[in-house]
């Protein structure tokens, strides 16, 4: 059981939306969708749905064409941000509802409801009615009624996005046990690189209606083929500096130098970007060979068990994600240190030229 995309477009008002895609997804896997808000997660769920239909490309079903099949016609299942229950039935009532449509047998019905409802813990809530459920409890009935249909692809735009955050750690790891025992193709669209990392499977990031890469999350996490897949696979964002090499030296900002080692040796002479995540920017030194950078602060957020540190290091924005309550004053200077280990090296045109020596030893 596969669903193929090959080359599917999707055009609103002559503006491309989805530029041509091709995304193969197989039996029995977690595939997660990533990237910003208006990135196209979401039309391409509604291609994959048979919701809409490409301007151009076709849409594979286990080998058959059904670009042109409606929705209705297709074993797909799809839960929304926003989840919706019938609030008059009762919870058994709202997962029974798809089968009864499709008229199975009574005995059929009761048995898959109650399968379904152990699987999602939710057997001691079948008498109450939605509304009586927490939003967790609430999100879970609609899985349910989602998964009892026994489609063979299901769709999750972003459905712990209203949740609190006790009810999204619940959820997201109930997830992949759910998903593990069903066998279904799941396809799960998140703006959070931690939620793509704590589901595994496979991840898509998207940009711009692009899918940049495609792969096992882990390593797409770790080996990023290009600066926009990095920048959508960190949170906050990556950060980036440029940098040149000459010779067996790698030259940053502020007078820094390093040894180019490894992969970084055999980079020709030329200019490049470096990058490097916010967690991996730090307020004191621990290593020997840590660079030292000064810039100026530019906002100070606490959340609790660290800082979020906004940076202007020479008109380059930078976030780092520093350890502890720091309440640094906006406008002064702050000393900050980057282990080499740590640094992605891109070329001038986004490409990766070298991953960071960290990534490569994980």
């Known amino acids: 059981m596969t669903l193929v995309l090959e080359g599917v477009t999707t055009k609103v008002r002559g503006e491309v939306h989805i530029h041509p895609t091709d995304l193969t997804l197989e039996k029995g896997t977690m595939n997660v969708l990533l990237g910003p808000t208006l990135s196209g997660k979401t039309s391409l769920m509604r291609l ?22 409606a929705v209705q016609d297709r074993k797909v299942a799809m839960v929304y941000q926003q989840f919706i229950n ?23 019905i009761d048995a898959k409801v109650r399968e379904t409802a152990a699987l999602l813990k939710l057997t001691p809530m079948l008498g109450r009615k939605p509304l009586e ?19 063979g ?14 009810l999204r750690e619940e959820l997201r790891v109930e997830i992949p046990r759910i998903f593990e025992e069903s066998g279904a193709i799941f396809v799960y669209a998140t703006t959070e690189p931690e939620e793509a990392l704590l589901l595994g499977g496979n991840t898509a990031t998207l940009w711009q209606g692009r899918v940049t890469q495609f792969g096992p999350t882990a390593e797409v996490y770790r080996r990023p083929v290009d600066a926009t897949t990095a920048r959508v696979f960190s949170d906050p964002p990556m950060n ?30 030329g200019r490049y970007i470096a990058g490097f995540r916010p967690n991996h920017l730090e307020a004191e030194r621990h290593t020997d060979d840590a660079m ?9 957020e606490m959340t ?8 202007d290091h020479h008109g380059e924005r930078w976030v780092g994600v520093i350890h502890g309550l720091r309440d640094f004053a906006k ?9 080499p280990a740590h640094v992605y090296v891109f070329g001038e045109d986004g490409r990766l030229a070298a991953p960071a020596a960290y990534a490569l030893a994980a």
């Open 48 to 69: 994959m749905a048979g919701l809409d239909r490409p301007a151009e490309g076709r849409i594979l079903w286990q080998g058959q064409d059904v670009t042109g099949i």
């Open 86 to 108: 019938y609030p008059t039935l009762s919870v058994y009532d709202n997962i029974a509802s798809p089968l009864r449509l499709q008229r199975r047998p009574r005995a059929e």
């Open 133 to 151: 459920l927490s939003g967790g409890q609430q999100q879970r009935c609609a899985l349910a009624r989602a998964l009892v249909k026994g489609a």
């Open 153 to 166: 692809l299901v769709l999750l735009d972003e459905p712990l996005a209203n949740l609190d955050y006790k």
């Open 240 to 269: 980036f500096l440029p940098i040149s090499k000459t010779g067996t030296r790698l030259s940053f900002g502020d007078g820094q130098s390093v040894t180019a080692t490894g992969r970084l040796a055999g980079l020709s002479d």
């Open 292 to 300: 030292l950078f000064v810039a100026r602060v530019a906002v100070t």
């Open 304 to 311: 609790g068990s660290e800082t979020f540190l906004h940076l």
């Open 331 to 339: 406008d002064a200077e702050v000393r900050v240190w980057l282990d």
